[in-house]
């Protein structure tokens, strides 16, 4: 695909050395890819360092910054304010360059802080450092730690308030994907969304180029390599509950308190969490709530409605295809049609463990084959199902739910569900995508 960058003797030392990647072969299951680029990247990591927690206002202005140890403090070490009252509990996620290349067998990805040839520009933006929640009031969609009945979260069950199921401080679920666009949209523009797929598409690869690692739920280790290079995932992460005994304690509501890793900062890491005893009496259950450079739960707990992509999943009698559909406007998002929505591939008409990405030029985190494991190759798995006839329009989660177990991570995907469809265990994030005009006047 044009000029192939990191290979062979002869390449250039200026700008070549500002990028680091990594590399792949489709054929090999090895989850670990190999770091290529400038290695004194891969140890500075310039891009992920970017990222840090902050409060937003509505008006996409960042308030203020908050403490890279402690986010209950503000940069400057004052009292911070996490309720809704000085703005949105957001991460800040940098101008990030971008390169995919596919070479036979090889596959790479490269990411700098400088506009090299070849790369393309996934612009500044911001996603919930938690989970959404809903200002009941108003209805609408907020990142907050606030334990107040206006931002009760669940289905908005006051009667569970004073009980160990309660909702307070929780994230909202139960609200379909159309609802949960047009409750952002209430912060005052198509800047504010649910969670993006762009966003959630450009975590994944910030995450994999720094632990040169595609299973996000491998142990989390703290310590560097001898190398200096990050190593291990996140953890398991909150996919470890049982089903039945989650659903027999609070219906599939949500579990875990918004905030839980406010300790962490924008540090990568994971805070125990311990379980209410009514979920399973008598049993001292725990489980570790990650967090990704400021963004908590990037995958499990619940799943997350994701805006800006679409499948249309064909019959067999009606084409045999299932395809996935991206449209990087969200001014142009629809809830019916692909009409502002570009094609980027066709998916898997089976369920299994991702064993390659749709990826292109566009770096799609969307499967093209399964048939790999929750070790091997990208170990997180597709879920799909097929219409016994017509075409149905189905929308995206991603991330997996509380009792996913290994089938959960960043590009664990399920596409069987229309954009109309709510359930408890489903919510989403909140995420603020500038204008391109209003980046360029900055």
């Excluded at 590399?23 to 970017?50: A, F, Y």
């Excluded at 036979?104 to 090299?116: D, I």
């Excluded at 291990?232 to 219906?251: D, H, I, Q």
């Excluded at 749709?358 to 990208?378: H, K, N, Q, R, W």
Aim: glycine residues 10%; proline residues 5%.
């Amino acid at each position: 695909m044009g000029l192939l960058i990191g290979i062979g003797g002869t390449k250039p030392s200026f700008p070549y050395d500002y990028y680091y990647g990594i590399e792949w072969d489709i054929t090999v299951s090895n989850k670990k890819p190999t770091r290529i680029g400038k290695m004194e990247l891969h140890q500075s990591l310039p891009l992920q360092n970017m990222m840090r927690r902050c409060i937003l206002k509505d008006d996409g202005s960042v308030n203020y910054y908050l403490h890279a140890n402690d986010s209950t403090k503000r940069d400057n070490g004052a009292a911070a304010d996490l309720t809704g009252a000085h703005g949105q509990y957001m991460v800040e996620l940098p101008d990030v360059y971008v390169r995919f290349e596919m070479d036979g067998n090889k596959c790479r990805h490269l990411q700098s802080t400088e506009p090299l040839p070849g790369f393309k520009k996934w612009r500044k933006d911001y996603v919930s450092a938690v989970e959404a929640t809903v200002h009941r009031p108003t209805n609408t969609l907020c990142a907050v730690v606030n334990n107040t009945a206006d931002y009760r979260g669940g289905g908005n069950q006051s009667d569970w308030d004073v009980l160990s199921k309660t909702q307070l401080g929780k994230p909202a679920t139960n609200i379909n994907l159309n609802n949960f666009r047009a409750y952002a949209r209430k912060r005052g523009s198509t800047e504010w969304n649910c969670n993006l797929y762009q966003t959630h598409k450009k975590l994944w690869w910030l995450f994999a180029v720094e632990y040169c690692n595609f299973d996000s739920q491998d142990g989390f280790n703290a310590e560097l390599t001898e190398d200096g290079f990050r190593q291990g995932g996140l953890s398991a992460g909150v996919t470890t509950l049982n089903s039945t005994k989650w659903s027999n304690f609070c219906g599939y509501y949500p579990v875990i308190p918004c905030g839980t890793t406010n300790s962490l900062g924008n540090h990568t890491g994971v805070v125990e969490y311990t379980m209410p005893d009514d979920y399973d009496p008598g049993v001292v259950v725990k489980v570790n709530v990650p967090s990704y450079r400021g963004v908590e739960n990037p995958f499990g707990h619940i799943w997350k409605w994701t805006d800006g992509c679409k499948c249309l999943i064909q019959s067999e009698a009606d084409g045999g295809l299932s395809e996935f559909y991206v449209c990087d406007d969200p001014a142009a998002f629809t809830s019916s049609g692909t009409a502002n929505y570009t094609l980027r591939g066709n998916l898997p008409r089976k369920e299994g463990y991702v064993k390659k990405l749709i990826l292109g030029e566009d770096g799609e985190i969307m499967p093209l084959e399964v048939g790999a494991g929750s070790t091997t190759y990208f170990c997180d798995y597709f879920y799909t199902n097929i219409p016994a006839s017509g075409v149905s329009e189905r929308g995206v989660l991603f991330g997996g739910s509380a009792d996913s177990g290994a089938s959960a991570g960043f590009v664990y995907a399920r596409t069987n569900f229309t954009a109309t469809s709510a359930y408890a265990f489903i919510g989403s994030r909140l995420c603020f995508y500038p204008q391109i005009e209003q980046i360029e006047a900055a």
